[in-house]
């Protein structure tokens, strides 16, 4: 059906109706970040002493068992999409198949059939108070994300090194006028809202388990982050990539049905 003349098509108001709505979200983010900084319980730096959070050792003491699952993973890395793919917000960061993600947990949701693939991994991150997000990042060899910024500063970061190249100082991560390298079975901290960048300038790839948790705050600073996210949850940032990241889960558990299945009838062959 034609729209009338002089008017935008759909698909512009759509565009300009996305664009006011992060615009405004933008506007909203810097206003929040310094009152949910104060109301921090855990100081409001780049990078956070990881001592603050000692239920994060566990994944410490068992990184070779959650590299196991990722490597598992990683044999069917055709299958995993690039960021932008599940969130086509992200594609200033991310192009190419550079850097793919393996999403475990989204916006706080479980993805059951991803779980399933990893699932010691799963059970200690659904012991995570607060959990919020949870993916295998891989990073391409020589790719570079550019400088940017995390959505609140009511959420925290958090990376533990997997499968990281030997020359392990030419990857790394800058965190405001932080840097920092990433270490096999190594975990730290931090706030992405404030500018940061990434570097792997190697041959190798580069695998981490990132996931994300709520700030711990006081109890206003809770009760108004909370009702943040709730908000964030009803805008395109976050419906888009819920639908993507169940289209993506069942494509993967299809690839490795595939793989399993090609396995078993060869080992009936033999």
């Known amino acids: 059906m034609p729209h009338p003349a002089g008017a935008a098509p759909p ?7 996305r664009k006011a709505v992060k615009n405004a979200g933008r506007w909203v983010t810097r206003n929040l970040a310094a ?3 104060r109301q921090s319980l855990v100081g409001d730096r780049p ?5 603050l959070f000692p239920h994060l050792q566990v994944f410490v003491d068992n990184w070779q068992k959650i590299r196991g699952e990722a490597e598992t993973i990683l044999r069917h890395r055709d299958a995993i999409p690039a960021f932008h793919d599940v969130s086509p917000d992200q594609h200033k960061i991310s192009t190419g198949k550079n850097w793919r993600t393996f999403i475990l947990y989204g916006f706080g949701e479980r993805l059951e059939k991803n779980c399933a693939q990893a699932p010691f991994t799963a059970k200690l991150l659904s012991e995570v108070p607060h959990l919020q997000t ?3 990042s891989i990073l391409s060899p020589g790719y570079h994300i550019r400088a940017h910024r995390g959505v ?3 959420i925290l970061r958090a990376h533990l090194g997997l499968i990281i190249p030997r020359d392990a100082e030419k990857c790394r991560i800058r965190v405001g006028d932080v840097i920092k390298v990433w270490r096999p079975g190594e975990i730290f901290v931090f706030d992405d809202t404030y500018e940061h960048e990434v570097w792997n300038d190697t041959d190798e790839e580069r695998v981490i388990l990132l996931f994300d948790f ?3 705050m006081r109890t206003l600073g809770r009760a108004v982050n909370s009702s943040f996210i709730r908000l964030m949850k009803l805008t395109a940032f976050y419906q888009e990539p819920k639908q993507n990241m169940a289209d993506f889960e069942a494509r993967f558990a299809a690839a490795a049905k ?3 299945d090609n396995l078993e009838k060869m080992s009936h062959e033999d």
Do not use: C, H, M
């Open 152 to 154: 609140s500063k009511g």
């Open 11 to 17: 698909s512009t108001w759509k565009q300009r109706r």
């Open 35 to 37: 009152f949910l900084g």
């Open 47 to 51: 990078v956070i002493e990881t001592a």
């Open 258 to 260: 595939r793989y399993n």
């Open 134 to 136: 949870a993916w295998f």
């Open 214 to 216: 709520d700030r711990p």
